[in-house]
């Protein structure tokens, strides 16, 4: 019996978890994006190619932060997308380069890591060395 109390017990506590979880919300103002998961809040410039994050209202722990250098960001343009890999659901900022750079930032719901990835390509048939 005690065993069933024990199962029905954390059960319960993962549907409370599950329910506490604030989905992303996501805005674009044109060239400037906003991400917030209730936890933290990214907010992405386009014109500038910036980030900042702040915790909560008001503790910024990234000041203009970047994806790519400052002279790399010409060409750049950004788009909201809905994101879900095994941190969840999410939202994130994608950044795209006519050279088929892609970086993106993203908030997933109830995590409290401001995530970055990228990806690029080689159009061309010669070899490419990542180092």
């Known amino acids: 019996m005690l065993r069933y ?3 029905f017990a954390v059960l319960c506590t993962l ?12 805005k674009d103002d044109g060239n400037a994006f906003s991400l917030d998961n209730g936890i933290l809040r990214v907010h992405y410039d386009g014109k ?14 990234i000041t ?3 994806l790519v250098e400052a002279d790399k960001q010409k060409g750049a343009t950004a788009r909201l997308i809905d994101v879900k890999n095994t941190l969840g659901d999410g939202k994130a900022v994608e950044v795209t380069w006519p050279d088929g750079r892609i970086r993106r930032l993203a908030l997933y719901d ?6 970055a990835s990228g990806a690029m ?11």
């Open 48 to 61: 500038t190619g910036t980030f900042n994050a702040l915790r909560g209202e008001h503790r910024l722990f």
């Open 5 to 7: 109390l024990v199962v």
């Open 15 to 26: 549907a409370a978890v599950e329910q506490g979880k604030a989905a992303v919300l996501a």
């Open 110 to 115: 109830g995590v409290p890591f401001v995530c």
């Open 64 to 66: 203009e932060g970047r």
């Open 121 to 131: 390509r080689n159009d061309t048939d010669k070899d490419f060395l990542l180092a």
